[in-house]
Structure formats: C-alpha cells, structure tokens
T-cell receptor, first 111, second 114 residues
Framework: QKEVEQDPGPLSVPEGAIVSLNCTYS??????FMWYRQYSRKGPELLMY????GNKEDGRFTAQVDKSSKYISLFIRDSQPSDSATYLC???????????FGAGTRLFVKA | SAVISQKPSRDICQRGTSLTIQCQVD?????MFWYRQQPGQSLTLIAT?????????ESGFVIDKFPISRPNLTFSTLTVSNMSPEDSSIYLC???????????FGPGTRLTVL
C-alpha cells in the first residue's frame, strides 16, 4: 500500500463547476498537508499549505484535512479553463524531512 | 516563499555524456532536494542536499550516477552521468527554508537523451 493514494484521473468538468480533488494516506503522523498545481512543462506551484486538521480557504480554493479519516481534499469553485493542470497532494510528518507526493490528478476544465 | 531558477531549462544530449544542472535560490535555505519526474508521472526524490554534508540518496539512486554539490546555502548542482535514454526526464530542484516550512520548486530541466 502506498503511503499516499491519489486518483490520477483524468477528471473533466465544464467551466463553472465545483471540482473536488482528494487524497488518502496511511501514516497518522502526517501533520503538514500541501496541494500543488503543475501546468504542462512547468514545475509544481504551491497552492495550499495546511498544518494539522481543518479547513483553509484562499479565493476559489478550499483545502480540507480530516485526520480521523486520513483524507484530504481540495475544492475549486467556479472552475476556469485556466485551472486545467495536474494537481498533486503532498504531506509530511513533524520532524520529517521527506515530503511524500501523490501521483497527481489531471484536471481538464472545458469552456 | 523562495524564487528558484534552474539552468539549463532543457537540453538534448548524446548517450554516454554527462550534464550538470544548476539550481540557484534567491535566499538562503536549509534543505535542497532533487527530484525526477517521468512524463505523466509524479515526483521521485533522487537525493537531499544539505550544505556542509554529503548528499543523502534515495533507494535506486547512487552518487556515481547522480553526483550532487552544495557549496553554499543558495546553490546546488546535480550531474547526470553516463547518460542513457532512460535518463530522459524532467529534473526538478526544490527547497525548504526550515524543517517546518513548506517546499518550493524550480521550473525544471527537461532532459532528452538520444
């Protein structure tokens, strides 16, 4: 079993839809949770960074962490064609220097 | 945040040659990481490069094939030695300022080996 599981998709939605991207994990020691967006032929770009449980909102993006279920989510409201990219979840435990990445979910937002 | 640049951005190399990739950060960082990303795949950590110590390599990666230098807190190089077509990939530099900090990525170096 991988430490972090993420459905690679692809996920295709119409413009304006609410997108839900998810990851599950097995290591209960994870405390730092991140979402990255990666456009084709570019490096990953940090979108959201959350410590421990709870929600965090930034514009159209909301990150949720449910440590009891070992489940994290990224919601994108009013999705735009410019949101078409690969979204990678990532996590790390306190004191750990290695960040564990999910496989990435390819998202296509159709105009 | 951290602004990271990589050189070269891309290269096409012949089998058996070596390529050195440079990573420059706009501020001092404690940890620097080198990743490989095959087309359509996620990130695979090659090694962690901390200033003043030998790089720590992940399983499947060895120093002879991927020598790393970290001469100061803002710069590192990764060399891909004796290249084969299987080394064709995107190589990404990544940094973290402190242990509890988040991690930032450079734009990547796209390597094609013929």
């Amino acid at each position: 079993q991988k430490e972090v599981e993420q459905d690679p998709g692809p996920l295709s939605v119409p413009e304006g839809a609410i997108v839900s991207l998810n990851c599950t994990y097995s290591n209960s020691a994870f405390q730092y949770f991140m979402w990255y967006r990666q456009y084709s032929r570019k490096g990953p770009e940090l979108l959201m960074y959350t410590y421990s449980s709870g929600n965090k909102e930034d514009g159209r993006f909301t990150a949720q962490v449910d440590k009891s279920s070992k489940y994290i989510s990224l919601f994108i409201r009013d999705s735009q064609p410019s949101d078409s990219a690969t979204y990678l979840c990532a996590m790390r435990d306190t004191g750990g220097f290695k960040t564990i990445f999910g496989a990435g979910t390819r998202l296509f937002v159709k105009a | 945040s951290a602004v990271i640049s990589q050189k070269p951005s891309r290269d096409i190399c012949q089998r058996g040659t070596s390529l050195t990739i440079q990573c420059q950060v706009d501020s001092q960082v404690t940890m620097m990481f080198w990743y490989r990303q095959q087309p359509g795949q996620s990130l695979t950590l090659i090694a962690t490069a901390n200033q003043g110590s030998e790089a720590t390599y992940e399983s499947g990666f060895v120093i002879d094939k991927f020598p790393i230098s970290r001469p100061n807190l803002t710069f590192s190089t990764l060399t891909v030695s004796n290249m084969s077509p299987e080394d064709s990939s995107i190589y990404l530099c990544s940094v973290r300022k402190q242990e509890a900090d988040t991690q930032y990525f450079g734009p990547g170096t796209r390597l094609t080996v013929l």
